[in-house]
């Protein structure tokens, strides 16, 4: 099992229930949206993984595409958008035979921790060949390291504890432990950035970045980037 496969499976253990699923989704659709440049912005999201509240992101610009690497993930998305010429959804081998300079605005947020620094370095590469020269490129959910896991866990109980899951999310974090999500961090690892070596990350990659004041969703021990093409 890899990263994706663990994405992929119906009910990702990840979320501690459906209202979970939909609240996270909810919170970074609202985010993202603060960030999209006008409301005709071309915008990908790429790694969208469920994207429950993707309507709410695509109301906000003129076409949102959503990458997704996991087949049923995928799969269930194409279904539900099907018919809305507003939405696409691609594989990632679409998203990288684009044209260049496709999008107003590209955002990874929460993928980069399950690639390699070699494979974050290609998909910069892609992402600078797609953007607009005036375009942005959101980098959400960069996990500094020390003490991740303590942290998400405290952030998880909260989150839950101000959007009505809290036990929901007690028993969540137990069975996240007895998942395979620990084998695989073992196994695959997880990447870590500290803030000036995600800056010099991406300033290697042709980008101009800098912090963003708060990250996407409900962890704010993690770090979004704001970048521009240098
Ligand atoms: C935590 S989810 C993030 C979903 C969504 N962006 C969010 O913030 O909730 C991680 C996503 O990374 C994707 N992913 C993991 N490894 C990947 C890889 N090697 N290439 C592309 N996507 C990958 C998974 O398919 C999954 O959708």
Redesign the pocket.
């Known amino acids: 099992m890899d990263?994706?496969s663990f994405?992929?499976f119906k009910h990702s253990v990840?979320y501690v229930n459906a209202r979970h699923r939909d609240v996270?989704?909810r919170t970074?659709a609202e985010d993202i949206r603060k960030l999209v440049p006008s409301p005709d912005a071309s915008v990908l999201?790429y790694?969208?993984?469920e994207?429950t509240s993707a309507n709410l992101l695509a109301a906000a610009c003129g076409q949102l595409t959503m990458v997704?690497?996991?087949p049923n993930?995928r799969a269930a998305l194409i279904a539900r958008h099907a018919g809305d010429a507003r939405i696409a959804v691609l594989t990632?081998e679409q998203a990288a035979a684009l044209p260049e300079a496709s999008f107003d605005m590209i955002v990874l947020?929460?993928?980069a921790q399950?690639?390699t620094g070699a494979?974050l370095d290609g998909l910069l590469a892609t992402f600078r060949r797609l953007l607009k020269p005036s375009g942005t490129f959101v980098l959400g959910?960069i996990i500094p390291p020390r003490l991740a896991a303590p942290f998400a866990a405290l952030a998880l109980l909260r989150f839950g504890a101000a959007n009505g899951f809290f036990w929901a999310a007690v028993g969540g974090l137990i069975r996240i432990l007895l998942s395979d999500y620990f084998t695989l961090k073992k196994t695959h690892g997880l990447s870590h950035y500290e803030e000036a070596a995600m800056l010099e990350k991406l300033r290697r990659a042709g980008f101009a970045p800098e912090r963003a004041a708060r990250n996407i969703?409900h962890n704010q021990r993690r770090m979004t980037f704001l970048s521009k093409r240098a």
């Open positions: 990263w994706i994405y992929d990840i996270h989704y970074i999201d790694g969208c993984g994207a997704e690497a996991a993930v990632p947020h929460s993928v399950y690639l494979e959910d969703g």
